[in-house]
């Protein structure tokens, strides 16, 4: 059943939003190929969706008009953040990039190159670094990395600040997801090895890890 604000999957390359108390489903239909990602801006008034056309959308939760899109990457599109004050975007790609765009403009501002398929892309709370995962690609195993931000697009480099490797138990298995923890100290992950492993951002030291499946 749908909830307001909720979201369901109508058709691969499609969406239903429900906006508001009435329970009316919007659809939403901009994609060419399957959508892969989906993420509300913290104010919930846009959602942002990406897909394997390469494409990231963006689109008002209050009437289903798509707002617009944002283009530059040569592949499939796996992840996507906004950040807190709905002013960046970030999106990770098959084509080894993880980029920030104006979310206003559509502007891109930066393209951060990876070794592999990002697989997984995520703001601090106060959006002055970002995490990212890259998949196990060829001699690469799956690596966590942490990159500055800045206004100031002059003073940002493509180098992370650091890189973790071997952040699965095995180096042929991926990890889907990395989500900071409120405090920005810490970073969680997550993917095939069934197992969510905590970093300390600072150190790249594994502080534990749960087995959860």
Known sequence: PLRPGGVSRASPRSLCVCPGE?????????HERAITFLKYNRDGDLLFTSAKDGVVCAWYTHSGERLGTYEGHRGAVWTIDVSSDSQWLLSGAADKYARLWEVETGKELFAFES???????????TNRRFCSVSD?????????????????????????????????????????????????????TCGEDSFINVWDAETGEREYRIEAH
Request: glycine share 2%.
């Open 22 to 30: 009435i329970m009316r489903p919007i659809a939403l239909k901009g």
């Open 115 to 125: 070794n592999a398929t990002v697989r997984s892309v995520n703001f601090t709370s």
């Open 136 to 188: 196990a690609e060829h001699k690469f195993a799956p690596a966590l990395h942490i990159d500055k931000l800045d206004r100031d697009v002059t003073q940002m480099s493509p180098r992370p600040l650091r890189s973790i490797q071997g952040i699965s138990a095995s180096a042929s298995q991926r990890v889907y997801s990395a989500l900071w923890t409120p405090d920005d100290h810490h970073i969680l």
